[in-house]
């Protein structure tokens, strides 16, 4: 079973624009939620986590996301995005095995900006 | 260092030869995690450290993979017997241990080694 969903592979948007990025999760228990950010030729960087605070989050660089248990979606969200933007970015939860809880990726977003 | 460190950054090698891969993590980080990124593609877990011991090793792909822990410190992951799909960048995270609620800490990733397998 698939601890979280990314929707889109890619998502194209012109600078200035805003920008989502969607992440589903399942999991029985009130996860903790985390985007990390790729640049090309960059490592991983934490964007922006969620433990059971706020259901608003905001992270760096002006991205933000909302934990909706409802719906059990933590989208990725910008009001403007910019040249700067244009990275992998991917969500992340842990998933129970073998005792322990594994941070587990889902499959990346793409984001392109244009000018 | 302040940072996760790995070694070598780029490794090319011939199918059928070992390789070792190495990774320092930040010092009192006691959960380590081994990832495998393909191109173009996502993080696919292969193994998770606990101190020095591997609770979860269920995502190695096959027995030509091993990997250990020097205590709480360096982590080796060695590939026997190199096959072209083995081709990648293998990425290591270190983090604060888990807690028994779940798992709440910020992985610090380093900066990957790309194995290239010819």
């Known amino acids: 079973a698939q601890s979280v969903t990314q929707l889109d592979s890619h998502v194209s948007v012109s600078e200035g624009t805003p920008v989502l990025l969607r992440c589903n999760y399942s999991?029985?228990?009130?996860?903790?939620l985390f985007w990390y950010v790729q640049h090309p030729n960059k490592g991983l960087q934490l964007l922006l986590k969620y433990t059971s605070a706020a259901t608003l989050v905001k992270g760096i660089n002006g991205f933000e996301a909302e934990f909706k248990k409802s719906e059990t979606s933590f989208h990725l969200t910008k009001p403007s995005a910019h040249m700067s933007d244009a990275a992998e970015y991917f969500c992340v939860a842990p998933w129970p095995s073998g005792g322990s809880y594994i941070p587990t990726f889902g499959r990346g977003t793409s984001l392109i900006v244009h000018p | 260092g302040a940072g996760v460190s790995q070694s070598p950054s780029n490794k090319v090698t011939e199918k059928g030869k070992d390789v070792e891969l190495r990774c320092d993590p930040i010092?009192?980080?006691?959960?380590l995690y081994w990832y495998r990124q393909r191109l173009g593609q996502g993080l696919e877990f292969l193994i998770y450290f606990q101190g020095n011991s591997a609770p979860d090793k269920s995502g190695l792909p096959s027995d030509r993979f091993s990997a250990e822990r020097t205590g709480e410190s360096v982590s080796t992951l060695t590939i026997q017997r190199t096959q072209q799909e083995d081709s990648a960048v293998y990425l290591c995270?270190?983090?604060?241990?888990?807690?028994?609620?779940?798992?709440?800490?910020?992985?610090?990733f380093g900066e990957g080694s790309r194995l290239t397998v010819l």
């Open positions: 010092s009192g980080h006691t959960a």
């Open positions: 999991s029985s228990y009130s996860p903790s």
């Open positions: 995270a270190s983090s604060f241990v888990p807690t028994r609620q779940g798992y709440t800490g910020e992985l610090f």
